[in-house]
């Protein structure tokens, strides 16, 4: 994953900073993803595309199951509990904008860069 993640970082011209922020991005959300479904249910699929209309990077995730969204699952208002879920913060300041969509019984999550 973080060797063709840095691939397609030298394919678009990429910094290293940028492809740092996509390898921990979606190392985070897959761990996030992984912790949500039993074991025998982890069916993960990941898609990193580049707009150079607007120099964005964009990566989306699709894993069926139950309706799982992380922005809003971790959102308890308790301070204490943000260290025990440090992958969503990481993921809310690097990423310029993130989603969930659950459909059809799979979920999406979007994040742009």
Do not use: W
């Amino acid at each position: 994953l973080q060797g063709g993640i840095q691939n397609f970082a030298i394919k678009y011209g990429l910094s290293e900073n940028e492809c740092y922020r996509l390898q921990i991005c979606a190392e985070e959300m897959i761990c996030m993803l992984v912790d949500s479904v039993q074991e025998d249910q982890i069916d993960i699929s990941m898609n990193l595309s580049f707009s150079e209309v607007d120099q964005t990077s964009e990566l989306s995730f699709q894993s069926p199951g139950a309706s799982f969204n992380p922005f809003e699952q971790f959102n308890s208002g308790d301070e204490s509990a943000v260290y025990d879920h440090l992958g969503l913060l990481i993921i809310k300041y690097k990423a310029k904008q993130y989603s969930h969509c659950y459909e059809n019984g799979m979920n999406t999550i979007i994040l742009k860069m």
